[in-house]
C-alpha cells in the first residue's frame, strides 16, 4: 500500500515536472510556433540508407533539392498539376557564364522580373541551395564562381571568376 502511494506521487511528480517543462518550452518557443502556422504543412518520411542514396542520385540529376524531387514525384503520382515553371542550375549558369569576370550577382538578378516570377517559389529556393552547394563543392562551378556573402534579404551574392 506504502509502495504503490509512493509509485503514484513519483507519478505525479513526474508529470507535473514533464506538464511545467512542456509549458516552458512553449512559451520559450511561442514565436517559432506563430511561424510554423503560417508555413507549409511538414511530412516526415523514414527511407533505407540504399533508397536515400537512391532519391540523392535522383536529385542531383534533376539539380533540385531532396525535398523538392520527392514533392515532385509524389504530386505527379497523385496527377497533382503543378503551375510555374521550374528554374534550374544549367538555366542559372547559361545566364551567368556570360558575365564579365570579377561581376557580383544574385540568381535572381539573371533573369527578367517576368522570367522569375514565372518560375514557383520552391523552384527558386530549391535552385538557390543546390547552387550554392555547388559552387562550394563543385570544381566545375567553383572555378567559375565564389560565394561572397549574403545580403539583407538573405540573398546569396557570387562572383563571377
Do not use: P
Not at 549558369?93 to 522569375?116: C, N, P, V, Y
Not at 520552391?122 to 563543392?137: N, W, Y
Amino acid at each position: 500500500m506504502v509502495f504503490n502511494f509512493l509509485i503514484q506521487e513519483y507519478t505525479k511528480t513526474a508529470c507535473m515536472f514533464v506538464y511545467k517543462h512542456i509549458l516552458f518550452v512553449y512559451k520559450e518557443n511561442v514565436s517559432r510556433t506563430v511561424r510554423v502556422v503560417s508555413m507549409s504543412q511538414t511530412v516526415t518520411i523514414r527511407f533505407s540508407d540504399e533508397e536515400y542514396d537512391y532519391l540523392e542520385d535522383v536529385a542531383k540529376e534533376a539539380e533540385q533539392s531532396l525535398g523538392a524531387v520527392i514533392k515532385d514525384l509524389v504530386l505527379q503520382e497523385l496527377g497533382y498539376e503543378t503551375t510555374g515553371v521550374k528554374v534550374s542550375i544549367f538555366a542559372i549558369h547559361e545566364k551567368a557564364k556570360h558575365l564579365q569576370a570579377g561581376t557580383e550577382f544574385k540568381i535572381r538578378d539573371l533573369f527578367s522580373k517576368i522570367e522569375w516570377s514565372n518560375f514557383t517559389k520552391s523552384s527558386r529556393l530549391s535552385v538557390g541551395r543546390e547552387f550554392l552547394k555547388k559552387v562550394k563543392t563543385d570544381l566545375y562551378f567553383s572555378d567559375e564562381y565564389e560565394f561572397v556573402r549574403k545580403d539583407s534579404d538573405n540573398a546569396v551574392v557570387y562572383r563571377k571568376r
